[in-house]
């Protein structure tokens, strides 16, 4: 067990829905990383957040948003969903922002998109 | 970040040492070696990083060649519980914390 908490583990819904997947990162860090795993892209990087502003941005659509709160829980937003975003969504934590702090996965929620 | 070439995929008999490749020719100097790894479709693993010298810590050793062009990652005595999909990244610590994921290893862990 990570200490990193993902949910819900498991969402199935249509094309052109939104949803919102919730983490919540180990106790003390700061940080907190979405990824996404699809078949045929592998693990992706999509966006970082460090203390509830923006630190990095990776291959994330522009359908997908997400935010950081001051309790330091994540969320991230997929709307007009499609096919092709049905995925593995992992989040992960790091004490701080930077330079080297190992990364700590929680389980992940799967995403069908039908 | 510089590019990874690792095996898809390793047998390695239980209870043997199991060791893993990566090939990171382009490194640069201020690169970094980590290594994570995926069992089934659970959330990464981080099992261990190093830059020149050689790791080891409770899960794992490193060895990194003198001239950093590639690496070896070593599970000492393989169970079935480490049957799984070994990622080697190269990451520029300056660059930002975000990990970029190549295709890994798929090691199987055989009885």
């Known amino acids: 067990d990570s200490g990193v908490t993902q949910t819900p583990k498991h969402l199935i819904t249509a094309t052109g829905q939104r949803v919102t997947l919730r983490c919540s990162p180990r106790s003390g860090d700061l940080s907190v990383y979405w990824y996404q795993q699809s078949l045929d892209q592998g693990l992706q990087f999509l966006i970082q957040y460090y203390n509830g502003e923006e630190r990095a941005k990776g291959n994330i659509l522009e359908r997908f948003s997400a935010q950081q709160f001051p309790d330091l829980h994540s969320e991230l937003n997929l709307s007009s969903l499609e096919l092709g975003d049905s995925a593995l969504y992992f989040c992960?934590?790091?004490?701080?922002?930077?330079?080297?702090?190992?990364?700590?996965f929680g389980p992940g929620t799967r995403l069908t998109v039908t | 970040d510089a590019k990874t070439t690792q095996p898809p995929s390793m047998d390695c008999a239980e209870g043997r040492a199991a060791n893993l490749p990566c090939n990171h020719s382009t490194i640069s100097g201020n690169e970094y070696v980590y290594w994570y790894r995926q069992i089934h479709s659970q959330g990464p693993q981080y099992i261990i990083h190093?830059?020149?010298n050689n790791e080891t810590n409770e899960m794992a050793s490193l060895i990194i060649t003198e001239d950093r062009k590639s690496s070896t990652l070593i599970l000492p005595h393989a169970t079935l519980r480490d049957t799984a999909v070994y990622y080697c990244?190269?990451?520029?610590?300056?660059?930002?914390?975000?990990?970029?994921f190549g295709g890994g290893t798929r090691l199987m862990v055989k009885p």
């Open positions: 190093g830059l020149k």
């Open positions: 992960a934590s790091s004490v701080g922002g930077a330079i080297g702090d190992e990364q700590y």
């Open positions: 990244i190269v990451k520029n610590n300056n660059a930002g914390n975000m990990l970029t």
